[in-house]
């Protein structure tokens, strides 16, 4: 599923090569893998800086703190705002394994992220065991004002690969 084209008014340009996205999304896909070694859910998200930079990579940590809210892009986030010294991340892309769940995305939105890449679709998490509550992120952000450029699909067979191998047990 690709999104690329339902972006709002607000959402800078894409303005990045696709081979540049994926390998963005091959960092975080090994990361997601490494997760999973380390007896965590296979997902990872990393932040990306205008210039290409990694600002943060990480991986879902909801097993391992016991706080459910630790969800990769929640961490990443966190992480390149804490790097940053600052709670804007307006110019900057946030790269995921899986869609965004509701509440990552609303983290997305309260840290004005434009861009959003991610692997797998909401329909695959769902496939694979993992909550999603029934929303992705299209139909979240049309109950917001913020309109971030979506583009899924990137490294789309590795995503899925690595989400339906490690189902929710």
Not at 106 to 130: E, K, L, N, P, W
Request: proline fraction near 5%; aromatic fraction near 6%.
């Amino acid at each position: 599923m690709n999104y690329s084209d339902t972006a709002g008014d607000t959402a800078p340009a894409h303005d990045i090569a696709s081979e540049t996205l994926c390998r963005w999304m091959d960092c975080v896909v090994d990361r997601a893998w490494q997760g999973v070694a380390e007896g965590q859910s296979p997902f990872a998200a990393a932040i990306y800086g205008p210039d290409g930079t990694q600002l943060s990579l990480e991986n879902n940590i909801v097993k391992a703190s016991g706080q459910p809210s630790r969800h990769a892009e929640v961490c990443a986030i966190d992480s390149a705002c804490q790097q940053l010294g600052q709670c804007k991340l307006d110019d900057c892309w946030l790269l995921a394994t899986g869609e965004p769940c509701p509440m990552c995305a609303a983290t997305a939105a309260m840290a004005d992220i434009h861009r959003i890449v991610f692997g797998a679709s909401a329909d695959v998490i769902s496939q694979a065991g993992y909550a999603t509550l029934e929303l992705d992120c299209e139909k979240f952000y049309e109950l917001t004002d913020h309109q971030p450029l979506l583009i899924g699909g990137v490294q789309q067979t590795r995503c899925e690969e690595l989400l339906l191998k490690n189902p929710k047990r």
